[in-house]
């Protein structure tokens, strides 16, 4: 029996589902750099707890744009979107988004991790502080995606 160092990346799931709260900025950010990172390797897709889901965020778009990437025509998607589609992997990116995937995956053999993000919505600012706290959003979840998805 081999043991697995603790270096090692975890195996690379065969689907993988991030959730925020309203699916504008952190989810369907991480589901566009995972994408872009992964390419066709597993089904990828994000939604958003909130009942009250908005559109993309125009920062995002214009962040994930500076990383070669569009993004602009997300749509946000809730639970009822993807009801009848199972993930082997569920990442959530906020505190409520994890207290709803962990009450989604109670009785399923889902995997379920917390990835504490910060919130670039909440930066008050010109548009370089904004812009500069979604870049760093962008390049933490590219880093921890990188990381956790070996494709």
Same mark, same amino acid.
């Given at each position: 029996?081999?043991?697995?160092?603790?270096? !090692?990346?975890?195996?690379?799931?065969?689907?993988?589902?991030?959730? =925020?709260?309203?699916?504008?900025?952190?989810?369907?950010?991480?589901?566009?750099?995972? #994408?872009?990172? =992964?390419?066709?390797?597993?089904?990828?897709?994000?939604?958003?707890?909130?009942?009250?889901?908005? #559109?993309?965020?125009?920062?995002?778009?214009?962040?994930?744009?500076?990383?070669?990437?569009?993004?602009?025509?997300?749509?946000?998607?809730?639970?009822?979107?993807?009801?009848?589609?199972?993930?082997?992997?569920?990442?959530?990116?906020? *505190?409520?988004?994890?207290?709803?995937?962990? !009450?989604?995956? !109670?009785?399923?053999?889902?995997?379920? !991790?917390?990835? *504490?993000?910060?919130?670039?919505?909440?930066?008050?600012?010109?548009?370089?502080?904004?812009?500069?706290?979604?870049?760093?959003?962008?390049?933490?979840?590219?880093?921890?995606?990188?990381?956790?998805?070996? =494709?």
């Amino acid at each position: 029996m081999t043991q697995k160092s603790k270096t !090692e990346a975890p195996p690379l799931p065969n689907s993988v589902l991030f959730v =925020c709260n309203f699916n504008s900025v952190r989810s369907p950010m991480a589901e566009a750099i995972a #994408k872009y990172h =992964c390419g066709n390797k597993i089904y990828i897709d994000s939604f958003g707890v909130s009942e009250k889901l908005t #559109k993309i965020n125009p920062f995002v778009v214009s962040v994930m744009e500076e990383a070669g990437i569009d993004i602009s025509g997300h749509k946000a998607k809730d639970y009822d979107d993807l009801i009848d589609t199972s993930f082997d992997l569920i990442i959530a990116l906020s *505190p409520q988004a994890h207290k709803k995937a962990l !009450e989604l995956t !109670e009785n399923d053999a889902t995997d379920v !991790e917390y990835w *504490p993000v910060e919130d670039p919505t909440k930066v008050l600012g010109n548009r370089d502080s904004i812009m500069s706290a979604f870049r760093a959003l962008r390049d933490d979840l590219y880093a921890k995606i990188k990381t956790r998805l070996s =494709c």
